[in-house]
């Protein structure tokens, strides 16, 4: 499957992104969708992941309660709602694929190892 993220730009602090990743050439909904960031100077990190139905999801604890992670199998999108973003949250966003149709996401989804598609990323610049 092939990702292609969208929806990033800048915004303000407290303002609110919603992000996109569309999806081709798979079975879509066959793949755990997560989504990492990288910020300036550090490693990727995790965000968020959603399984293959959209009942499970998991989140870093840095964007608990202001992120919102959901998925349209029909549509073969992903997409990221970010709310009360702070410049913190500046980063390339990136969403990634895992060919699994695990139930319950755990821990291990948020290991950038457990990913073998990754999209080429979208950048999110949080003013103060």
């Known amino acids: 499957v092939q990702l292609q993220a969208s929806g990033g730009g800048l915004v303000r602090a407290g303002d609110s992104l919603r992000l996109s990743c569309g999806a081709s050439g798979g079975t879509f909904s066959s793949y755990t969708l997560a989504w990492f960031r990288q910020r300036p100077g550090k490693e990727r990190e995790f965000v968020a992941a959603i399984n293959y139905s959209g009942g499970s999801s998991i989140y870093a604890d840095s964007v608990k309660g202001r992120a919102t992670t959901s998925r349209d199998n029909a549509k073969n999108t992903v997409t990221l709602q970010m709310n009360s973003l702070k410049p913190e949250d500046t980063a390339v966003y990136y969403c990634?694929?895992?060919?699994?149709?695990?139930?319950?996401?755990?821990?291990?989804?948020?290991?950038?190892?457990?990913?073998?598609?990754w999209g080429q990323g979208t950048l999110v610049t949080v003013s103060s």
């Open positions: 990634a694929a895992d060919h699994s149709t695990a139930r319950k996401l755990d821990n291990w989804a948020k290991y950038t190892s457990k990913y073998e598609r």
